[in-house]
């Protein structure tokens, strides 16, 4: 069965610091995205990567980079925390594709910057 | 500017009775358009999609309906079922951008046994 893995489900964290969200997938995707979920917004397309070592920004990059090292493993990285940066953050992955391909998220990191 | 709108927040139905979640969207140049159901403390999971060269594809239960002149898609579930309840995002993405989907802010959806 398909799986894309979050480090952590939880995390509370200090205004300024560096804050590192890990994201595993095991059906050797090409892509992998990160969103953010917030009430009334629904899910914004923050960094996606479409190869090892390649990286897009999406529509919110601001205060977020992104790593990708390794084809399975896919890291997004708030250099300096703020509270606005509290929020539902998800992975996502899928198969190189046109756009119909569906994306395999996982459970979701919920991130609490005080 | 968002470019998919649910403007339904949230929607409750009576079991056994038909659900319709709507979506509406701005940009003509979307080519599919998928739904995805989220559960709490879960991600958000594929449903159903359809390409924009459709006006309708079925799945058991779940149906979309896209109507291009409108820029407006529909979910129809049928029958509604107590499970059924959780947050629907309705999706969409533009061929030549690849995987890169547009989200909508979502519809709560309560079926009510």
Same mark, same amino acid.
């Given at each position: 069965?398909?799986?894309? %893995?979050?480090?952590?489900?939880? *995390?509370?964290?200090? %205004?300024?610091? /560096?804050?590192?969200?890990?994201?595993?997938?095991? $059906?050797?995707?090409?892509? $992998?995205?990160?969103?953010?979920?917030?009430?009334?917004?629904? *899910?914004?397309?923050?960094?996606?990567?479409?190869?090892? /070592? $390649?990286?897009?920004?999406?529509?919110?990059?601001?205060?977020?980079?992104?790593?990708?090292?390794? /084809?399975?493993?896919?890291? *997004?990285?708030?250099?300096?925390?703020? %509270?606005?940066?509290?929020? $539902?953050?998800?992975?996502?992955?899928?198969?190189?594709? %046109?756009?119909?391909? /569906?994306?395999?998220?996982?459970?979701?990191?919920? *991130?609490?910057?005080? | 500017?968002?470019?998919?709108?649910?403007?339904?927040? @949230?929607?409750? =139905?009576?079991?056994?009775?038909?659900?319709?979640?709507?979506?509406?969207?701005?940009?003509?140049?979307?080519?599919?358009?998928?739904?995805?159901?989220?559960?709490? +403390?879960?991600?958000?999971?594929?449903?159903? @999609?359809?390409? !924009?060269?459709?006006?309708?594809?079925?799945?058991?239960?779940?149906? =979309?309906?896209?109507?291009? @002149?409108?820029? #407006?898609? !529909?979910? #129809?579930?049928?029958? @509604?079922?107590?499970?059924? !309840?959780?947050?629907?995002?309705? +999706?969409?993405?533009?061929?030549?951008?690849?995987?890169?989907? =547009?989200?909508?802010?979502?519809?709560?959806?309560? =079926?009510? !046994?």
């Amino acid at each position: 069965d398909v799986k894309v %893995t979050q480090s952590s489900r939880y *995390l509370v964290k200090r %205004t300024g610091e /560096k804050v590192f969200l890990e994201c595993v997938q095991d $059906m050797d995707h090409e892509n $992998m995205f990160w969103y953010r979920q917030d009430p009334g917004l629904g *899910l914004r397309l923050i960094y996606f990567s479409y190869d090892v /070592k $390649m990286k897009e920004k999406g529509d919110i990059p601001e205060g977020y980079s992104v790593s990708r090292e390794k /084809k399975e493993r896919f890291s *997004l990285i708030l250099e300096s925390a703020s %509270t606005n940066q509290t929020s $539902m953050y998800l992975c996502a992955s899928s198969p190189a594709g %046109t756009g119909e391909e /569906k994306l395999f998220f996982g459970s979701g990191t919920q *991130l609490s910057v005080l | 500017d968002q470019q998919v709108k649910q403007n339904s927040p @949230s929607l409750s =139905v009576q079991e056994g009775r038909i659900s319709i979640l709507n979506c509406d969207y701005t940009n003509s140049m979307f080519d599919y358009f998928l739904w995805y159901k989220k559960y709490p +403390a879960e991600g958000p999971t594929f449903l159903i @999609s359809i390409s !924009s060269i459709k006006d309708k594809n079925e799945d058991g239960r779940f149906t =979309v309906f896209l109507n291009k @002149s409108a820029k #407006h898609l !529909s979910l #129809h579930i049928v029958p @509604s079922q107590p499970g059924d !309840s959780a947050v629907y995002f309705c +999706a969409a993405s533009v061929e030549e951008y690849g995987n890169k989907l =547009v989200f909508g802010a979502g519809t709560i959806l309560r =079926v009510k !046994s």
